[in-house]
């Protein structure tokens, strides 16, 4: 026989929608976590690019440092010493040494 106080005790259904709503956080996380400073990232690197100018001092990803003598659409030529000018990819700029104030530079 069937024990119907069984049947009658038997949990309500849960809400379909409670096993979602951690995914959807766990997803904002992990943007406001990851994804966006990566994109502040990428959209500061792109700026530094575009302002490259004759005479900035820049540092190169494979750590070679010089002076910025003609930047094209595509290529940044630098001079690393007398006589020697490279011609790099703007991509492969890493950084933008910034220039000493007037003030710093009389201090040391």
Do not use: C, W
């Amino acid at each position: 026989m069937i024990d119907l106080t069984l049947l009658l005790e038997a949990p309500a259904p849960s809400n379909p929608f409670g096993g979602i709503v951690p995914i959807i956080v766990f997803i904002a996380i992990f943007y406001f976590i990851l994804i966006r400073p990566q994109q502040k990232q990428r959209k500061a690197k792109e700026a530094m690019i575009a302002a490259l100018k004759s005479g900035d001092k820049v540092v190169t990803t494979g750590g070679i440092h010089g002076l910025v003598q003609h930047v094209s659409d595509k290529a940044v030529k630098v001079k690393v010493a007398e006589g020697t000018v490279l011609e790099f990819d703007r991509n492969a700029i890493q950084s933008v040494i910034p220039k000493a104030s007037k003030n710093t530079a009389s201090e040391a």
